[in-house]
Every structure is written in C-alpha cells, then in structure tokens.
C-alpha cells in the first residue's frame, strides 16, 4: 500500500501538468522562431549559428525536472512517514493534510487507550452485588464494546459467574439489551433509561462522571438495578500531542458517544477545545459535514466501527493501527501502534512534502527561464553571449539533480 501511495498522483500535479501542456509548446515555438531570427539577421555562416541556437533552447528548456518535481517529493515523503509509523495511502492525502485547520478525535481509544477497568459498583436493588455484576457481564459477554470489555473481564477476575443470554439486541449509542430467565434486562447509559420512562435520578451519576468515569447502569422494563462505572486511562501521549495541535494553530474537537460530564473531564484534562458528547455514528458524520460547512477543513482521527463513515467523509480520515479494520480501511492515514502524537507528525510532514514540492518546481524553472534567452542568443548582439549546447546539456542536468537532491533533503528534517 505504501508502494502504491509512493507512484500516486498529487493533485499539484494536474497544475504542473496543465503548466507543461503550455510550456513544450511554448518552447518549440521560441526555437523555431530563434531559427527564422537567426536566419534572416545573423550576418556570416547564418545556418550553423540558427541550428545550434535552436537545438541549444530545445535541450536546455527540456522539462524532465518539471516531470520530477512532485513526485519525487512524494516518494521521500510518502516513505518517510512509513518509516515513523504513519502510513499514508496516497499523494492526495499526504498534499491535503497541510491544509487542516480543525482536527476531530474520538474519546475511547483514541485520547483515551481504549481499555477501561470496572473501578464502582452501586447497588439500588435487593441483589446482591455479585449477582447484578452477574447479570451485567451476562449481557455484555455478547458486546464487542471496550465497556464490555471491562465488565467481562471484571466477572471473570472475581470468578462471578456467567449465564446465558437470549434474544440479546445491541441498541446503537446507547447500550444493550437482552433476556435472562424470564426477565427483560437492559444495560447502558442515561439515555437507554430515559428511553425506558421508568424512575431514576441521574444526579446519582454525577459524582462520578464528573471524575470521567462512564456509568453503565443495569434496568428491567420496570426500575434500575444498579449502576456500575467504567474508567478508561488518558493516553500518555495525548496531551503533549493536542499542546502540539495548538502551537500548529489547530482546533480540536472532541466527539464522543459517551457522558457528557465524562467526556467533558477527558476533555479538560488533554485541552481540548470543544467536546461534544452522546453522539450517534451518524451524527459522528452530520458534525464533520457541519465544521466542513463553516469552511473548516477537517481530520478526524478515530478507531472504532462507529468512527468509519466520520473517517471517510472528512478531508483526512486517520485512523488508529490499534483500531478496527473498517476504521483502517475508512481512512486515508493510519498511525501505528495507534499513537496520537503522529497525527502532528504527519501534519508537519505533509508541510515538508509540500513547501519541498514548491522548492523544486523553482528549481525546475530557474535554469528554464533564464536559460532560454540566453540559449537564444538574445543576449548575442550586446555582449555577444551565446550558451554552447554542451553546457545547455549541463544546465538541464543540474536541474535535475537539484530538484532530486531538494526532494532527498525532506529525509533528513526533523518532524
Ligand atoms: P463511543 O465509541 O464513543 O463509546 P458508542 O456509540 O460505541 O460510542 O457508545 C456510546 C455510548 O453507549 C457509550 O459511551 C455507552 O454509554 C453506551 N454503550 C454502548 N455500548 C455499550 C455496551 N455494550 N454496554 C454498555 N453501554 C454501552
Ligand atoms: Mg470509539
């Protein structure tokens, strides 16, 4: 794949398409001209000194540097983004990502690692606490969700056992449900009991929440159980990298399907800029739609199933090398080992690509146009200039070499 992103056409390189379209015609038009000019004007052996002025504009107005400036850039930059773990999957994105101005990031997962611990149990009913964390894990035994996780592997630390599940529904953003015996359980967040109508104070919640734990709390069709709370750890590197986001003048907003109280803490703990909380796959995309709206241009960097339509829709996708394969797929960048701090490494590295494509696009018109007066003998009748066709050679060359060696120099800076 990184191969493939290697030989991927930069969309700066329709312009220096378009620009060469021009200039090969432009150039073979100065030098039959500079032929016809010679021919009528140049007083002794005319016809030697127009072929060779002619053939001297040709070789040195050859465009072969013109034809390596982007994509010889985009070999070194592509490859050196693999060599640090951040694999880009093709030019486009690469040249896109030096534009943004707005990053989205996910919670779980991605500021945060993604495995929470069980860490409070609240009991409101006659059970006892062994049986409702039963019950819980019961249920969550079917999910794939990292809270799941936590509640499973908890059970299972204790030696609380497991039954089984029928009829088992996950319901999007909000939890899950599913029959034991003859009950009716449900378990997730606020919003699943309010959805219920049955009687709970979610002022419980907050002392905890308020900490950036996540409450998964336990109900029947007619009361709630009990609640437990989920803690998910912050990521090392996450605070540095939003501190690194920042110094680049870079918006970051967080979307989250969880708390908003939690969210909120995870929130202020990485400083992060906006938060917004108990979102919905699609709404995960509606957001992006709307920051695009306003004229921002947005990454989002994300990891999980729910992330992939976000991941796609905006301008950069990232996705974490720890996450989900739709979510890899989704995205036009992946960080390995799923570490947010090369999001900022691949921003600087898309400004290097980029600012290193613009070097070489003068580099590759320098000797160009100041070249073919010259070669044309333009500078002939005042100072009696003419290029010999040799060293025309060498100019075109040189050319050459700069603009590899400039791209080559993007190797060696630091990100
Ligand atoms: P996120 O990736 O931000 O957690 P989700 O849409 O996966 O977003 O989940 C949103 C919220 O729904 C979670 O924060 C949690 O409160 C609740 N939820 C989702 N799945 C489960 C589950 N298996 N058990 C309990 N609660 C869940
Ligand atoms: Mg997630």
Same mark, same amino acid.
């Given at each position: ?84 773990? &951040? ?9 896109? +990502? /030096?534009?943004?101005?707005?990053? #989205? @990031?996910?919670? $779980? !997962? ?123 750890? &912050? ?9 690194? +986001? /920042?110094?680049?003048?870079?918006? #970051? @907003?967080?979307? $989250? !399907? ?123 009748? &005042? ?17 050459? @070499? ?14």
């Amino acid at each position: 794949m990184v191969q493939e992103a290697q030989g991927s056409k930069a969309p700066v390189q329709k312009l220096v398409d378009k620009i060469a379209g021009v200039f090969v015609p432009a150039v073979m038009g100065i030098a039959i001209l500079t032929f016809i000019v010679w021919m009528i004007f140049g007083g002794d052996d005319t016809f030697t000194h127009a072929l060779l002025t002619s053939v001297t504009v040709l070789v040195i107005a050859c465009p072969c540097a013109l034809g390596l400036a982007t994509p010889t850039a985009i070999i070194v930059g592509v490859g050196k983004g693999a060599k640090e773990g &951040i694999l880009i999957k093709d030019a486009a994105t690469l040249e896109k +990502l /030096h534009k943004v101005n707005t990053v #989205v @990031v996910d919670k $779980t !997962g991605t500021i945060t690692k993604g495995k929470p611990t069980l860490v409070d149990i609240q009991n409101l009913s006659s059970l006892k606490d062994d049986e409702l964390v039963s019950i819980l894990a019961s249920l969550e035994k079917k999910s794939e969700h990292p809270i799941a996780h936590a509640i499973v592997n908890y059970a299972q630390e204790k030696n609380i056992s497991i039954s089984d599940v029928f009829n088992f529904e996950g319901i999007q953003g909000k939890g899950l449900k599913g029959e034991i015996g003859d009950t009716e359980y449900f378990a997730g967040n606020a919003k699943l009991v309010s959805d219920l109508k049955i009687s709970f104070d979610a002022g419980k919640l907050d002392k905890f929440t308020l900490q950036g734990k996540t409450p998964v709390i336990l109900a029947t069709k007619e009361k709630v159980l009990g609640f437990v709370m989920v803690a998910d750890e &912050i990521k090392e590197e996450s605070v540095d990298a939003i501190k690194n +986001l /920042h110094a680049l003048g870079i918006k #970051v @907003v967080m979307l $989250t !399907g969880d708390d908003e109280k939690a969210a909120k803490y995870i929130g202020s703990l990485v400083g992060i800029d906006d938060v917004v909380a108990h979102v919905l796959p699609q709404d995960k995309l509606e957001k992006i739609k709307e920051l695009q709206s306003q004229g921002r241009i947005v990454a989002m960097a994300g990891d999980g199933v729910n992330d992939a339509p976000a991941l796609a829709q905006a301008d950069v996708g990232i996705a974490m090398g720890t996450g989900t394969d739709v979510a890899i797929e989704s995205a036009g960048i992946t960080l390995l080992g799923g570490d947010i701090s090369k999001l900022v490494k691949a921003i600087k590295l898309s400004k290097i690509t980029m600012r290193g494509i613009k070097q070489n696009l003068f580099w590759a018109f320098i000797y160009n146009v100041v070249g073919i007066p010259l070669a044309a003998g333009a500078f002939y009748p &005042i100072f009696g200039w003419l290029l010999n066709p040799i060293f025309a050679g060498f100019a075109m060359a040189m050319s050459s @070499v700069s603009v590899v060696s400039n791209s080559l120099r993007i190797k060696a800076k630091k990100l």
